[in-house]
DNA sequence: GCCGTTTTCGGCCCGACTGTTTTCAGTCG
């Protein structure tokens, strides 16, 4: 069994007892031993087996090892199971909706006999939510409006949609006068691959006629709540903005409170309390005495750590890394040198192989892959072995004809379900670039799915694993697979994990990054453009690989082309 | 439920805002 399954039912265990009894305490202790496992480098299941002490393990005490045992042993356990017929499993659901917390969903289940989204609707819209004490007709709105969101799907934003957002809108924080400063914080700034919400700081000589300005955008539909230090507002498109007021001495650690992620900050605040002091979003304190804050570095440095970068800011592990001097540094966009996967006009692209080179050109890039599909992706019209020939020798010959670019003559070779490839060795093997990936037979078991990749892997042809578990954000769930086994492969194989930059991509997913990387696999970050402009994807892979704790000499197209030729050849 | 150079009990990060309230609980981040 995966960590991210135990994870997983630890995360429901605590869903079950904040509604069942509502200790917060607890509920934080079994959310954070589900983080701790999801990021944990070794596999549960081998630490037992090893006879490993798993009580041992930071986050995890005496009774949440046992619990690990048992799932291990019989796939769940029994407190899940009692939580289970205590509480209806369906009540997690009505606690997304916005403004209902476990108290008022508690509430609503033992006065109407709420259980699930469709009761709540009803009993609100028969005006039963106000009649209950404490409730009344404002929340029975906001619950209607709540639940309109919660079922349409939205909540959730792809990082370029917020992308999108942020620069319309900080076109229009610009102009206004009362505004001296601005960022974004929040998962955003962490760059993390979807979000809910988008949190922005702003220093204002005049809150006043900054919040009026602000309210007055052409983007905001709603005013959803107004005081002196916070306004949150609805976006047109239903994206919610909080905007945070702060002085100029507190901008460093607002930013750094509400970048998050909240584990990171309680851990912060605890480093704190440590030396007697105090971190909140104004500063940290020495009783009275500002210590820090007007910078987020000062913040860290006067807790005797470096600055970290946002992306590593998720409790993963930064903090220790820290302290140690251990924290990696981090891949950079301008680090970047070429991609390493593009289609053209010969499969599904839309562009011509020169249009593509034109491009990469443009972005300072000293090589570009030419990978289409081949013939199993029909719907992409792929290219069969004498048409793949064919197409390798057009792209050479517009490689020719250029002399700062090297363009590579590669394929994106389909995986059959049954791990061969859709294309002959022979033609592979006279190709400069070779990525395989599956298109196809997505539900595959863990089992079949792994032995699919790692013969791909294995095969002796192929040089990258193209986004290698096949999930669309907020579409399709990623296959599953045996991860460590997988990696361990491409490792020892010199078989490169692509980080695939599609904005519904971004896989490999960070998590995957950060343990392939150590299990000593390496990685490339491409766009899987399939027009021109979608070469300016790559800083959403970037992104990824940052989060991923990757660096420099973990992406094979940081390298320069006379290096990259290198170790092509040597390959 | 976890944790410990305040150590086996009694803590657990901290503040803003709203709604329904006469002093605060609940939710959110």
Not at 418 to 445: C, P, Q
Request: glycine letters at 8%; hydrophobic letters at 40%; charged letters at 30%.
């Amino acid at each position: 069994m995966e960590n991210a399954q135990v994870a997983d039912i630890f995360d429901e265990i605590a869903d079950l007892v904040e509604l069942d009894q509502g200790n917060e305490f607890r509920v934080r202790a079994y959310r954070a031993a589900a983080r701790t496992i999801r990021s944990l480098p070794q596999r549960l299941e081998d630490l037992a087996d090893a006879g490993e002490d798993l009580s041992e393990i930071p986050d995890i005490g005496e009774r949440s090892a046992a619990k690990i045992h048992e799932i291990l042993a019989t796939g769940t356990c029994e407190r899940l199971q009692e939580l289970r017929d205590q509480v209806p499993a369906e009540l997690t659901d009505v606690m997304r909706v916005p403004q209902l917390g476990p108290k008022t969903v508690m509430q609503l289940h033992r006065e109407l006999g709420i259980e699930n989204l469709d009761d709540l609707q009803a009993a609100a819209e028969a005006g039963d939510v106000r009649a209950l004490e404490g409730l009344g007709e404002k929340t029975e709105e906001a619950v209607l409006a709540g639940l309109s969101s919660v079922r349409s799907g939205r909540g959730r934003y792809l990082l370029k949609e917020a992308a999108d957002h942020v620069a319309s809108l900080g076109r229009e924080l610009q102009g206004i006068a009362a505004i001296t400063r601005w960022g974004v914080a929040g998962s955003y700034r962490r760059r993390k691959e979807t979000v809910g919400d988008l949190d922005i700081v702003i220093q204002a000589a005049d809150r006043e006629a900054a919040a009026a300005a602000i309210i007055d955008l052409s983007d905001v539909e709603e005013v959803v709540s107004r005081g002196r230090e916070r306004l949150t507002l609805r976006l047109i498109g239903d994206l919610q903005v909080d905007v945070r007021f702060v002085e100029e001495a507190s901008f460093g650690s607002a930013l750094l409170y509400f970048t998050g992620a909240k584990p990171h900050s309680i851990e912060l605040r605890k480093l704190a309390l440590e030396r007697g002091w105090k971190l909140n979003e104004y500063g940290l304190y020495k009783g009275d005495n500002r210590l820090a804050g007007a910078t987020e570095e000062s913040v860290y440095h006067r807790l005797n750590l470096p600055w970290i970068a946002p992306e590593l800011r998720e409790d993963r592990g930064e903090l220790d890394a820290a302290r140690a001097g251990g924290l990696p540094e981090l891949v950079e966009l301008d680090q970047i040198r070429g991609d390493l996967h593009a289609h053209t006009d010969a499969s599904d692209g839309s562009a011509g192989i020169r249009a593509m080179a034109e491009a990469a050109r443009e972005h300072g890039y000293a090589y570009l892959a030419i990978t289409d599909h081949s013939k199993r992706v029909s719907v992409a019209h792929g290219l069969d072995d004498e048409a793949i020939a064919a197409h390798a020798r057009c792209i050479r010959a517009v490689n020719e004809e250029l002399d700062d670019l090297w363009l590579m003559a590669g394929v994106e070779v389909d995986i059959l379900d049954d791990g061969s490839l859709d294309l002959r060795e022979t033609t592979l093997e006279g190709l400069d670039w070779v990525v395989a990936s599956i298109h196809s037979s997505f539900d595959l078991d863990e089992r079949a799915m792994t032995e699919r990749l790692v013969a791909a892997v294995e095969s002796g042809v192929v040089h990258c694993l193209g986004h290698p578990t096949t999930r669309m954000l907020r579409k399709r769930d990623p296959v599953s697979f045996d991860a460590d086994r997988l990696f361990a492969a491409c490792a020892e194989r010199g078989v490169y994990l692509e980080v695939n930059a599609q904005p519904h991509r971004l896989d490999l997913p960070d998590a995957f990054c950060q343990r392939a990387k150590r299990a000593g696999a390496r990685f490339t970050i491409s766009t899987d453009a399939h027009k021109p402009s979608d070469l300016g994807f790559m800083p959403y892979g970037v992104d990824v690989a940052r989060r991923g704790w990757l660096e420099r000499d973990d992406v094979l197209n940081t390298m320069t082309v006379r290096r990259l030729r290198k170790v092509l050849t040597k390959a």
